[in-house]
C-alpha cells in the first residue's frame, strides 16, 4: 500500500519535521503541500534542510489544492483546521496537527482558545489506555499537543495504579521550536541564547486542560495540574518534570511496577533502569519518550519524567504513528527510535 | 579602609568570578592567591579573562600564604574549608563560599556530607529575616548554595506571611557552571548544549537541607522540600520554579503584599512588575535577584519564580555582599545590580 | 565634572548595552531616553536587565527631548543620525553609535548605504594612529562598527609595520545581537542555536569599505579585503580571523615586535603570551580586545586573531571609551576590563 | 545480502553515530561491539540515546571479538588502528575512520602524528575524482578527516577545473564532538557555550596534510593550505569558508558552471540555488553536504564555503557510504539526506 499525503501548512517548523519523516516512509508519497503567506514559493528557501524537496512549489491552502491524497495532515494555526476538515471527504484520513479536536470539553475550549468548539476526534496518543482501538481505521485524528504528550505519558501509569493523589505538579522545559516560526523578539536567538524562562504561569497555558482530560481519564477522577511552562535555550525537546503526593501505601517497587507494566510492550516508550534519568539529546530527532520514575519518601512525593523532542513524538512523529495505526500500517513503520546525539 | 584579600582556590569558577568582583571593588586590594594542582601556574593561563591579573602567581593553599589579609576568601572544595579556617586567626574575616558551616543540624551534614559536622557560622543570606545583624562585625561567614540562595529568597516571604503549607516543590534549573570545572565527560559542551537533564532527584541534592533549614525558619515550623535540579544549556543561571499549597484565606492580593514587604528595603531583589515573570539572561553577571509571585486558584498554589546567575548572587556577589555587611561597608559596594544581556 | 547624557534609540540591543555602561560610570548621569516605536513605555518592560532603570520611560527622539544634554549619544538605524544631529547645537557632544558619519569616501557610502553621504567624523577607535589626537576635544564622534573594530585592531599593526601584502582575507563569527533587536524569522532561537552560517559573502557587507578604509591608512596604500562574516550560536562576541601574505624578510619575531609595540600602552588590547589564541567568552560584557598573532612560513600567511564583545568594545563600550577622550576624563573610566566567564 | 558488521570503539562519538546509522541500515546486523576502558559495561549507560541497543554489553577490543564478522569499522584513537587491522584477514571489510591509513607522504605522517607509517589505503570520499573506483571492492579504506571532507568538497571543482591559484586559505568552524568525549577543561558545556576559540593556528592541525593532499591532486600541482579551525558553540557541524585567488579569466560564470558539473550526479552534494549559503542546520544528522560558491571581483577571489555534519558525512556516514560503494550496495543505501532542523 502506497499512500498519498497532502501538507497543509508545509512552511512552519511542524509542517518541515513531518516532511522530514514523510520522506523516508516507505508506504507514503509525498503529494501536495500548501502555505498560506509562503504559497508560490519554493519549499528549499523555506526549509533548507528538505533538500531532496527543494524544488517543490508550495501552493495555497484549499480543498481543490487538497483534494485527490489518501491522508491530509493539517499543520495550521490553531482555530483553522475545522474549516479545512470540514471540506474533506469522509473517505480521506485528516490528521489535525493543531489543537482543534483534541478537547472533549466545550467549554475547556471556549474559555483557552476562545471560539466556538469544533467537535472531538480520536486522539493521537496511542500508549493512552483505550487509545489505538480509537484510532485503528478512523478517518480522523487529533494529534495531542507536544507537553500533553511529555506530561500524560509522565504521569497516566501512576495515576492508572491509583498510586498518587489527584494534585499534579509539572514544571517543563520546552526547546524554542514549540513557539513557532513566526518571528517575535522574545524568541530571537540573542534573547533565548544562555537563558531559563517562564511563561504562562498559573495554569493559563492552553495545553493545561488536555492535560487534566488525559490524567483525569487515568485517574477515574478529576486531577488538578499546576503546570509552568518555560522556554530552555535548544531548539527542541521537553523535559517534564513531574511529581504528586504518594498515596499511603505506595513505594518504590509498586512505582517501578506499574510503569514497567504500563511500558512493557510499548515501541517508542523507553523506561530507563533505575537510577537513570532521561535527557531531551537522547532523543533528539526521533519518536522515542524516555521515562524515569522515583518515590521520595522525604517529600512524600512520586516524581516521573519524562523526555522527548517536541517536534517529533510531540508533533509530526506522534501523527505518523497515529497515522499508521488508523491505515493498518506497522506502528513504527518509518519513525526512528535513535536520537541524534551527541 | 582598604582591605587585603587573599582567595583560595582561585583557579576554579567561583575564585574566578570572585576575582571578578574584588578586582573593581573600591576597597578591596588584591593579595594572594592560591591553588591546588594548580600552584605555581600564572592565573592568565587558567582564567584567561581576567587579563589584568594574568601574571599573579597561584601559591600553595596554606596557612603561611593565606597569612597578612584582613579577609581570607575559601573557594574550595566541599569539607576542606574547616581545616584551612582553623589556622586563620580570630581577627581575620573568614568567608567561607564551600558548604562547610552552612548547616546547623550536624546529623544533616552527616547525611549528606559522610563527614564530621565542622560547625555553623554566620549565614549570608542578608536579605533573610535577621541575617543582617549576625552578620555586621562576624569574623565567619558561611555563603549559602546557589540553589538555596534562589530557592530560599522566592519562598522565604510567603512562609513568614503563613500564606502557604508546609510542603514546597520546586524543580530549579541551573547553568552548567554550578557543576564546577572539573573535566567530567557529562558536562563537555557535546553532552550539555541542546539538552536539559535532571540529576539528584528525590532529594538527593545536597542544597536540600539547606533550603528546608531557611525555610523552615521562615515558616516558624518544619518544611518538607521535593527538590529537583536541572542542568540547563547554559553557562550561569539559576530559575528556580517554586510553589507550595495555598492556605484558606490566600489571595492574588495577600501574596503580592507580602513580597513587596520583603523586599521594598532590598538593593539587590527584584520584584517585578505584576505578570511579568524573571528571565535568567536579565541578571548574567550581576548581583540582581529577580522574583516574581503569582496564585493559581484552579491549582490552589502559590507559584514563585526567581532567577539569579549562579556564580555572583549564588556564590561570589553574594560573599562580597556579606563581606560588605560584616566590616562595614556600603553593602551594595562594586557589586553589579545590572546583567549583561542580551 | 558630571555630565548629562541622553540616550537616543534606548530600546535597541546598542542602547541598552550603552545604558548599562552609563549606569555605573562616575561622571555619568542618564539624562532622557528616546524611542521610535516604543515611545512612551518603560525601560523595564522592554530591557528587563535594566532593573534600576526599569521606571524610565521612552519619550520621541525629537530636537526638544534630546536638548538640554551635553552628551547625545545616537543608537538610531543607519541613515538616521544625520537629521537628528544637525538639530544639536555644536556646543553638545554627539557620539553617532550608527554608520552615518564612519566613511571618508563618499562613493563608498552611495554603494553601501544608498543614500546621500551626510560626512565624515572624528573616528572612535582611539588604538588607530592618530585616532586620539582627533577625538581630544571633538564635539562629533563617529562610533565604529563591529566587525571593522575587531578586524582594524588585528590587522593595522601588521600594515603599519610593513609586514603583510596588501590583500587581507578575513572570516569572522559574530553572535547574534549584531543583528539586531528586529525580530526576523533567520534571527530566531531555533534557526541560530546549533548553526554556523555565512552572510553578506562576497565583499557584500556594508563594513567592508570601513575596514578598507582603515587597513589602508595604516598600510599607507589600498589594502584589497576579502571579509566573510558569519552567525555563530551565541549571543555576543566577535572572533576574526585575519591573514594577509607575509612580505619577504616578515619574521615571527618582527611580527610579534610590531604587535608588542602597537599594544604597549593600551589600557584595553590585551596581547595574549605566544602559543595562547583569544576566545570570545574571555571578553563577555567588557571593553577589551584580545589578540594574537602568528608568522605560518609553510604557507607564507601572517594570521592576526583578535576577540571582542561587538556591543561592548564593538559598539556601546567603544563609544564610551571615545567620549572619555573627547571630554578630558581618563580613558578607562566606567569601563570593565574583564568579561564575564565562564 | 546481509552483513554481519562489528564495531571497535563503541562508546566514542564516532561510535555512537555509526551505531545510529546501522542500526537502521537495511542491509546491516549489528555484531560485537568493542571498547577499551568501558569494556563490560553496557551500552545504554554510555550511549543512552542508542536505546534499542542499551542492553548490548561492550567487549575488549581483540583479534577474538572482532572475528566472523564480514565488515568491521575501527573508531579508535588514532595510531591505533594498524595493530588491529593486520589481525583481521583479507577478507574482512575494514573501515578505519581513524587518520592512520589516510596519508599517502610518510612524512607527513610522522611530521603530524609522531610515529611510524602504517601504510596508505583507499580513501573514502567517493566524491573526489577517481575515489568510486578505488572504493569499488576494496577490502580496506580509510574514512576521511572531518575538516578535510569539507574542504576538498568545497575547493576540488576549482582546483579541477583550473579556475583558482595554489594558495587556498580556509577558517573551519566545528562543533565540539570533533574534539571527542574525553573530558577536557577547554571543551566543558561552561567554556565553550557562548564562545567561539580557534586552535590549532598556523597549519598546526593534523588535517592539514590531508587537505593538501586532496586539493594537491585535484590542481595537479601543490597547493598551499592557510587552515585555521575554531570550535563553535555547538554539538555537530562543520562551516569551512574557503577562498582562493580567481586565475585570469575565471568569472562568475564559470565557477557556477564548474560547481554544477562537478556535483550534478551526486547524492550527497547539494549544490544551493544562486545567492543562497549553506548552514551547518540544515544538515544536522545527516549525510549531506551544502555547497555554494561565488567570485568577488573587488578582492579577486573565488569564495566556497560548504556545511557537514562532522559525525556523519564527517566521519560515520562517509564510512557507511564508502562502504556500501565497496560492498556493491547502493551508495545511498541507510543514509539520511535531510537534517534534523530546526
Known sequence: MTVR?????????????LLRLLAVHPEVEIGTLTAHSNAGERLGALQPHLAPLAERVLEPTTA?????????????????SAAVAEQLGPEVLVVDMGADFRLQDAADWEKFYGSAHAGTWPYGLPELPGARAALAGSKRIAVPGCYPTAVSLAL???????????????????????????????????????????????GAHRHTPEMIQNLS??????????F??????????ILATCSAKAKPGATAESVRAAYEKAFA???????????RWPATA????????????????????????????????????????????????PEELGLPTIGVAP
Open 64 to 80: 481543490e489544492t487538497l483534494a485527490g491524497h489518501d491522508v491530509v495532515f493539517l499543520a495550521l494555526p490553531h482555530g483553522q
Open 217 to 226: 481519564a487515568a485517574a477515574g477522577a478529576r486531577v488538578t495540574v499546576s
Open 156 to 202: 497516566f501509569p501512576a495515576y492508572a495504579a491509583g498510586l498518587v493523589e489527584d494534585e499534579a505538579v509539572i514544571v517543563a522545559a520546552s526547546g524554542t521550536s514549540g513557539a513557532g516560526k513566526a518571528p517575535k523578539a522574545h524568541l530571537l536567538g540573542s534573547e533565548v541564547m544562555g537563558s531559563m524562562s517562564p511563561y504562562g504561569v498559573g
Open 282 to 329: 537522547s532523543v533528539y530527532g526521533s519518536n522515542a519518550v524516555h521515562v524515569q520514575a522515583a518515590h521520595d519518601p522525604a517529600s512524600g512525593r512520586v516524581i516521573v519524567i519524562s523526555a522527548i523532542d517536541n517536534l517529533t513524538k510531540g508533533t509530526a512523529g506522534g501523527a505518523v504513528q497515529s497515522m499508521n495505526i488508523a491505515l493498518g500500517l
Open 5 to 17: 499525503a497532502a501538507v497543509a501548512g508545509a512552511s512552519g517548523y511542524a509542517g518541515g519535521e
Open 265 to 275: 510492550e510499548e515501541p517508542f516508550v523507553h523506561l530507563l533502569p533505575e537510577g
Open 228 to 237: 509552568t511552562p518555560t522556554l530552555a535555550p535548544m531548539p527542541r525537546g
